[in-house]
C-alpha cells in the first residue's frame, strides 16, 4: 500500500505526540539546529514555524540537514550489517577521509556497499558522507569561517571542487555565503505545508512547496538565468507575498499584486498569462487553453508550459485539469491541488452569495 502523505499539521502533531504513526514514512527538519529526526525523537521539540517535513532520508540530506545524534534517524532494524557497520565508522571516526580505496582497505567491495546504501537509504554511503561533510562546512561559512578552512574540512583538495558541490547543494557559491546577493529566499508556513520564496528587491522569481522535487533543479536554473546567486535573506517583495498567501488561504484575497519576474520563453510566459485570466473557482484543460490562445495545435507544449511554472498558486497551474476532468498531474502533488480546487471553489461560492445578498 503506498504511503499518502498527511499534512504538515497532522505531522507536526505527531512530533508533539512522539507517535510512531509515520516511523520510517517521514521525517522532521528543525530549521533552527540544521538537524533532522524521526518523529519520536525524545529531544525538545521546536516551534511548528522552524519544522520542515520530508518523506526520505535523502530528501533531508539534500537539503542540507545532518541526522540527529539522540535518535540516530539513519539507524534502522533489519537491513544490512554492512550499511549500521560504515556508519558506525563514519560517526565514530570524523578525521578519516572515506574513498573507495578505504572501503576496499577495510575488506568492502565498494559496489557492493553502494548497492545496500541505496536499498536502505535511497543514496550511497558516499552520498551521505559529502552532504554531512558539505553541512558542516556551510555552518562553518555561516559562523565566519575562511574558505579555505572550510574546504580542507570538507576533505576537498581542490577550491573548484568543493565550490562546485557546496554550490550544488546550497544553491550558492562559498565566497557567497559570506556576502548578500541580488536574490534572496526564505520561507513562510501555508496550511499545505512551508513554501519556499525566491526574490529580489521588488519582483518575486519563484514560489514553490518545500518538498517539491524539481525545487533544486529550479534554483539551479534560475540562478543562471538571472546570472547571480540565492542568499538566504528577506526583501520587501518576499514579506508581499507571504501576507497575500496568508490573505488567500483566508479566503480574503483572490487576486496577487506582488510583481512577478517570469523567466520563460515567450509562448511559456502566453501560457501563463492565460492562467492568472482563469477566474478563482473555476478550470479549464490544456485543450481549452490552446483554443484560447488560437493555437488548437499546441496541446502538450501548453502542457509542458504549464508544468514549467515557478510560481506556484500565484499563477494557477493547479486550476488545469484533465480532458476528462481527472486532477492530472500537479509538481505539489494530488493532494494539495485538490484542496486548493475545493478551498477556491469555497471562495469564490461566498463571493458570489455576498454579492447576491
Known amino acids: 500500500m503506498l504511503f499518502e502523505r498527511p499534512d504538515d499539521d497532522t505531522l507536526y502533531d505527531a512530533l508533539v505526540a512522539r507517535s510512531a504513526d509515520y516511523e520510517g514514512q517521514a521525517y522532521v527538519c528543525v530549521k533552527t539546529t540544521g538537524i533532522f529526526c524521526r518523529l519520536t525523537c525524545p529531544a525538545r521539540k521546536p516551534k511548528r514555524e522552524n519544522t ?17 545524534r539522540r535518535c540516530r534517524p539513519l539507524e534502522q532494524p533489519g537491513r544490512e550489517p554492512i550499511v549500521d557497520l560504515l556508519l558506525a565508522a563514519l560517526d565514530g571516526e570524523q578525521d578519516v577521509r572515506w574513498s573507495e580505496d578505504e572501503l576496499v582497505r577495510r575488506g568492502h567491495d565498494p559496489s557492493t556497499v553502494r548497492r545496500a546504501f541505496n536499498r536502505a537509504l535511497g543514496m ?22 575562511r574558505v579555505i578552512d572550510a574546504q580542507i574540512d570538507a576533505g576537498y583538495e581542490s577550491p573548484s571542487g568543493f565550490r562546485s558541490a557546496f554550490q550544488r547543494m546550497v544553491g550558492k557559491a562559498p565566497a557567497l555565503s559570506q556576502n548578500r546577493e541580488l536574490l534572496f529566499a526564505d520561507w513562510f508556513d501555508t496550511p499545505l505545508g512551508p513554501m ?19 525545487l533544486p533543479s529550479e534554483l539551479e536554473a534560475l540562478q543562471k538565468r538571472v546570472r547571480s546567486s540565492v542568499a538566504i535573506g528577506r526583501t520587501p517583495a518576499i514579506d508581499q507575498i507571504e501576507a497575500e498567501i496568508r490573505d488567500y488561504f483566508e479566503g480574503r484575497l483572490t ?34 487553453l490552446a483554443r484560447e490562445m488560437e493555437r ?57 452569495m455576498e454579492e447576491t445578498a
Open 52 to 68: 520542515l517535513f520530508f518523506e526520505t532520508i535523502a530528501a533531508c540530506m539534500h537539503s542540507g540537514f545532518r541526522p540527529c
Open 124 to 145: 550511497t554511503f558516499h552520498d551521505i558522507v559529502r552532504y554531512i561533510r558539505l553541512g558542516e562546512a556551510a555552518r562553518q561559512l555561516a559562523d565566519g569561517a
Open 296 to 352: 488548437p495545435e499546441v496541446v502538450r507544449a501548453v502542457g509542458r508550459a504549464n508544468g514549467a511554472n515557478q510560481l506556484a498558486i500565484v499563477v494557477p497551474c493547479h486550476r488545469i485539469l484533465g480532458a476528462d476532468g481527472s486532477l492530472t498531474g500537479y509538481g505539489g502533488g494530488l493532494w494539495r491541488k485538490q484542496w486548493l480546487l475545493r478551498h477556491e471553489e469555497k471562495i469564490s461560492t461566498e463571493t458570489r
Open 196 to 214: 519556499i520564496a525566491v526574490a529580489d528587491k521588488t519582483h518575486l522569481h519563484l514560489l514553490e512547496f518545500h518538498d517539491r522535487k524539481a
Open 255 to 288: 487576486t496577487f499584486r506582488t510583481p512577478l519576474a517570469l523567466g520563460g520563453t515567450p509562448f511559456e510566459k502566453h501560457v501563463w498569462a492565460r492562467l492568472m485570466e482563469i477566474p478563482i473557482g473555476q478550470t479549464r484543460a490544456y485543450g481549452d
